[in-house]
């Protein structure tokens, strides 16, 4: 079946690194992807990283991809205040023409 | 480019009322979609469009209907408000080819059904 699983909750102290997880379930997804959403706003695409790639680094942000696990990975180095938000983690099967995101991470950072 | 524009920001309608979301892309890509999220949850799709004249069922179509004339408009449309129609709406639409495979979202549209 379609389900992309997050944790609902991560809360940081500002300059730790933050870590955010995500599990799916096609082994087909040739693309995984991380969005951000800012209260009141759309989603914002932060990331993305081919389904062929173990790890993908873009300054601050860190995405690892375990497609033995099915087990998707952001880590935001030196975690700020402007980085509380939500986190979708979304897949992109093969097979279909949709996307399926995550529940969402809401993301806390605190002085 | 504009990106992905939706109208309006804002919307209270009475049950049973009807309106229609209005969605356009400047970017020229085939694929768009409708979802909608409601309050702590993540997106559910109702809609989406392959292209011009092609429009396919996603998760949660009862109660909406679209059409695609154009490459760059994607309206949906509330018949029949009800109160489960509350949510924000979000319009998007992607790009694949070349080695990437990309949603962009509009600003959404927020609705309340009274």
């Known amino acids: 079946g379609e389900d992309v699983e997050q944790s609902l909750f991560l809360s940081v102290r500002e300059g730790d690194s933050s870590v955010i997880n995500c599990t799916y379930t096609?082994?087909?997804?040739?693309?995984l992807y991380w969005y951000k959403q800012e209260p009141g706003a759309g989603l914002q695409l932060l990331t993305y990283?081919?389904?062929?790639?173990d790890m993908k680094q873009d300054q601050r942000l860190t995405v690892l991809l375990n497609k033995k696990d099915k087990h998707l990975s952001l880590r935001i180095a030196d975690t700020q205040t402007g980085d509380s938000a939500i986190y979708f983690c979304?897949?992109?099967?093969?097979?279909?023409?949709?996307?399926?995101f995550g529940t969402g991470t809401r993301l806390q950072v605190f002085p | 480019n504009a990106g992905v524009t939706q109208t309006p920001k804002f919307r209270i309608l009475k049950i049973g009322q009807s309106m229609t979301l209005q969605c356009t892309q400047d970017?020229?890509?085939?694929?768009m979609y409708w979802y909608r999220q409601d309050p702590g949850m993540g997106l559910k799709l109702i809609y989406y469009?392959?292209?011009?004249?092609?429009?396919d069922k996603g998760e949660v179509p009862n109660g909406y209907n679209v059409s695609r004339s154009t490459t760059e408009d994607f309206p949906l449309r509330l018949e029949l408000a009800a109160p489960s129609q509350t949510s924000v709406y979000f319009c998007?639409?992607?790009?694949?080819?070349?080695?990437?495979?990309?949603?962009?979202f509009g600003p959404g549209t927020r609705l309340t059904v009274l």
């Open positions: 998007a639409s992607r790009r694949t080819g070349e080695g990437t495979d990309t949603q962009y």
């Open positions: 096609d082994s087909s997804s040739t693309y």
């Open positions: 990283i081919f389904s062929n790639m």
């Open positions: 979304a897949e992109s099967p093969s097979t279909s023409l949709k996307l399926i």
């Open positions: 970017m020229n890509h085939n694929y």
């Open positions: 469009s392959v292209g011009a004249g092609i429009t």
